[in-house]
C-alpha cells in the first residue's frame, strides 16, 4: 500500500523521502513514524541504493512530533509503550541519510534532521527545540545529539529558551554541513547524495559507522575501531579497483562490493 504520510522515489543509486502532511507543517505522527522506518528499512536491504535524502516541503522539513496526537498521553501509557521508541530504527539506518532542511525543523522535526548523518539546509531553514514552550523537554535526542552537535552552552540556550536559530547560525554553531539558497536544495542534496552513492558501499557505510562510534566510545577504543574497519575494507574488491585506478590515472569503477 503507498505511504499516506511521505512520498519515496529514486534517482539512480539514491532514494529521496519527502516527508508530505503538508496539513500539519510535517508534524511526526505514529503512521509517519511507521512509514519513514518502513522506507528506511526497505532502502537499506536494496542493493541498487547507496544513498538516501530525506526532506520535507518549503514550509518546513518537519514542525515536530505531533502536539494534537500526544496531548492526551498519560505517563504510563507512554511508558509501557515505549513512545517513539521506533525512532531509534531511524537512527539505526546503515546507509548514508542526507536531511535537506528548508522551513521548520522544531522540536522532533530538529531530532530527526540530527538522526541522519547531515545536513543541508535552506537559507530559509528554521531550527529550535520549543519542547519548553509545552512544558516538556526533547524527547527523540535533542538534549544529546545537539548537545554533542553544538555544544553545551548553545544546547542550553536552545532547550532552555526554546527560541529558534536561522540556518547561517546553525552552520556557523556545527549543526549543519552546508547552507544553500533554498531553490537549490534538492539538488544540492542529491548530488551529494549520489556522489556518495558512487563509491564503493562498503567503505561509506564504514565511514558511517566509524564516524558514528566518535560519539560513543574513547579516542583510543574509537581509532582501534577505525583502524579495524580500515584493515578489513582490504578484503572488497571495490578497494583493488579504487587503488588500481589511481595507479592507472582512470576513473574508479566501483562495484559496492
Ligand atoms: N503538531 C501538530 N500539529 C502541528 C504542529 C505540531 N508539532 N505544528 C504545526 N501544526 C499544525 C497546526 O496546528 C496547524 O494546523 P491547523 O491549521 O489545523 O490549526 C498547521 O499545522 C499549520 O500551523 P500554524 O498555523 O501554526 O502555522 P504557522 O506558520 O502560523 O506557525 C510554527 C508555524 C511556528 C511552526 C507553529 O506551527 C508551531 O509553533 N508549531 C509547533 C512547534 C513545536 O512546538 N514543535 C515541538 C513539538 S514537541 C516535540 O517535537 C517533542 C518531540 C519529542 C517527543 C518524544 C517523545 C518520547
Same mark, same amino acid.
Given at each position: 500500500?503507498?505511504?499516506?504520510?511521505?512520498?519515496?522515489?529514486?534517482?539512480?543509486?539514491?532514494?529521496?523521502?519527502?516527508?508530505?502532511?503538508?496539513?500539519?507543517?510535517?508534524?511526526?505522527?505514529?503512521?509517519?513514524?511507521?512509514?519513514?522506518?518502513?522506507?528506511?528499512?526497505?532502502?537499506?536491504?536494496?542493493?541498487?541504493?547507496?544513498?538516501?535524502?530525506?526532506?520535507?516541503?518549503?514550509?518546513?522539513?518537519?514542525?515536530?512530533?505531533?502536539?494534537?496526537?500526544?496531548?492526551?498521553?498519560?505517563?504510563?501509557?507512554?511508558?509501557?509503550?515505549?513512545?517513539?521508541?521506533?525512532?531509534?530504527?531511524?537512527?539505526?539506518?546503515?546507509?548514508?541519510?542526507?536531511?535537506?532542511?528548508?522551513?521548520?525543523?522544531?522540536?522532533?522535526?530538529?531530532?530527526?534532521?540530527?538522526?541522519?548523518?547531515?545536513?543541508?539546509?535552506?537559507?530559509?531553514?528554521?531550527?529550535?527545540?520549543?519542547?519548553?514552550?509545552?512544558?516538556?523537554?526533547?524527547?527523540?535526542?535533542?538534549?544529546?545529539?545537539?548537545?554533542?552537535?553544538?555544544?553545551?552552552?548553545?544546547?542550553?540556550?536552545?532547550?532552555?529558551?526554546?527560541?529558534?536559530?536561522?540556518?547561517?547560525?546553525?552552520?556557523?554553531?556545527?549543526?549543519?554541513?552546508?547552507?544553500?539558497?533554498?531553490?537549490?536544495?534538492?539538488?544540492?542534496?542529491?548530488?551529494?547524495? %549520489?556522489?556518495?552513492?558512487?563509491? $564503493? *558501499?562498503? #567503505? @561509506?557505510?564504514?565511514? +558511517? =559507522?566509524?564516524?558514528?562510534?566518535?560519539? !560513543?566510545?574513547?579516542?583510543?577504543?574509537?581509532?582501534?575501531? %577505525?583502524?579495524?574497519?580500515?584493515? $578489513? *575494507?582490504? #578484503? @572488497?574488491?571495490?578497494? +583493488? =579497483?579504487?587503488?588500481?585506478?589511481?595507479? !592507472?590515472?582512470?576513473?574508479?569503477?566501483?562495484?559496492?562490493?
Amino acid at each position: 500500500m503507498a505511504p499516506k504520510t511521505l512520498k519515496t522515489e529514486t534517482n539512480g543509486r539514491v532514494a529521496i523521502i519527502t516527508l508530505n502532511r503538508p496539513e500539519a507543517l510535517n508534524a511526526l505522527n505514529s503512521e509517519l513514524l511507521a512509514e519513514l522506518s518502513e522506507a528506511l528499512k526497505r532502502y537499506d536491504a536494496d542493493e541498487k541504493i547507496g544513498a538516501i535524502v530525506l526532506t520535507g516541503s518549503e514550509k518546513a522539513f518537519a514542525a515536530g512530533a505531533d502536539i494534537k496526537e500526544m496531548q492526551n498521553k498519560d505517563y504510563v501509557g507512554a511508558y509501557l509503550e515505549d513512545f517513539f521508541a521506533g525512532w531509534g530504527d531511524v537512527a539505526a539506518t546503515r546507509k548514508p541519510v542526507i536531511a535537506a532542511v528548508a522551513g521548520y525543523a522544531l522540536g522532533g522535526g530538529c531530532e530527526l534532521a540530527m538522526m541522519c548523518d547531515f545536513i543541508i539546509a535552506a537559507d530559509s531553514a528554521k531550527f529550535g527545540q520549543p519542547e519548553i514552550t509545552l512544558g516538556v523537554i526533547p524527547g527523540m535526542g535533542g538534549t544529546q545529539r545537539l548537545t554533542r552537535a553544538v555544544g553545551k552552552s548553545k544546547a542550553m540556550d536552545l532547550c532552555l529558551t526554546g527560541r529558534m536559530m536561522e540556518a547561517e547560525e546553525a552552520e556557523r554553531c556545527g549543526l549543519v554541513a552546508r547552507v544553500v539558497p533554498a531553490a537549490e536544495l534538492k539538488a544540492t542534496a542529491v548530488k551529494a547524495a %549520489e556522489k556518495i552513492a558512487s563509491f $564503493s *558501499l562498503p #567503505a @561509506t557505510m564504514m565511514a +558511517k =559507522e566509524a564516524v558514528n562510534r566518535a560519539d !560513543e566510545v574513547t579516542l583510543n577504543e574509537g581509532l582501534r575501531f %577505525e583502524r579495524r574497519l580500515f584493515h $578489513s *575494507l582490504f #578484503a @572488497t574488491e571495490d578497494q +583493488k =579497483e579504487g587503488m588500481g585506478a589511481f595507479v !592507472e590515472k582512470r576513473k574508479a569503477q566501483f562495484r559496492h562490493r
